[in-house]
C-alpha cells in the first residue's frame, strides 16, 4: 500500500483526501482556470430604476434615504436602508437596534400579586415555593379524603 503525505507537514494521508487532518490543508487539486467574464454595467440612481419603482419611493416616503439596489441594514424606526459601515441611521439618527429599546417588559399581572415584574427574584421564587407547598398539602388532603370515602 503507498503511503499518500501532506506536502505541508508531511503527515500520512489518505489519497482521496480532501484535507490534511494535522494542518488542514487543502489537498483538492486546484480549480481549472474560468474564462474571465465582461465587465458589468450597472447603472444607478433614479433614472435606472423602473418608473413604478420611482413611484413607490414616492409614496413610501423613502425615497431620499432607502433605494432597491442599496444593501444595508435596515432602520427599526423609520425603516431607511443604511450603509453597514454607519452606526446611526441617515434619516432619523437612531441606532441600529434601537426599536427594541423601545418596547417595553412583557407584563404578568396576577390577581392577588400584581405585576410580577416588579418584584425581586427572591421574592418571586418565595411565592413559586409557597404556592407549590399549598397545592402539595392540597393534593395531599384530597388523596385523605377520597381514600377515606372509598
Do not use: Q, Y
Not at 28 to 47: D, I, Q
Amino acid at each position: 500500500m503507498s503511503t499518500h503525505r501532506c506536502p505541508t507537514c508531511g503527515a500520512s494521508v489518505r489519497p482521496d483526501a480532501p484535507w490534511c487532518l494535522l494542518c488542514h490543508c487543502d489537498l483538492r487539486p486546484p480549480p481549472e482556470p474560468v474564462a474571465a467574464a465582461p465587465p458589468l454595467v450597472v447603472r444607478t440612481g433614479p433614472a435606472a430604476l423602473p418608473e413604478s419603482t420611482n413611484a413607490l419611493l414616492r409614496v413610501s416616503g423613502h425615497g431620499r434615504h432607502a433605494r432597491p439596489s442599496e444593501v444595508g441594514w435596515p432602520c427599526g424606526v423609520c425603516s431607511a436602508t443604511n450603509d453597514f459601515d454607519s452606526a446611526l441611521c441617515a434619516g432619523c439618527g437612531a441606532t441600529f437596534m434601537a426599536a427594541l429599546r423601545t418596547e417595553g417588559k412583557p407584563v404578568l399581572p396576577l390577581p392577588i400579586l400584581g405585576r410580577l415584574t416588579r418584584l425581586s427574584r427572591h421574592t418571586r421564587l418565595g411565592i413559586s415555593v409557597g404556592v407549590s407547598l399549598v397545592l402539595a398539602l392540597l393534593l395531599v388532603g384530597v388523596t385523605l379524603l377520597l381514600g377515606a370515602i372509598f
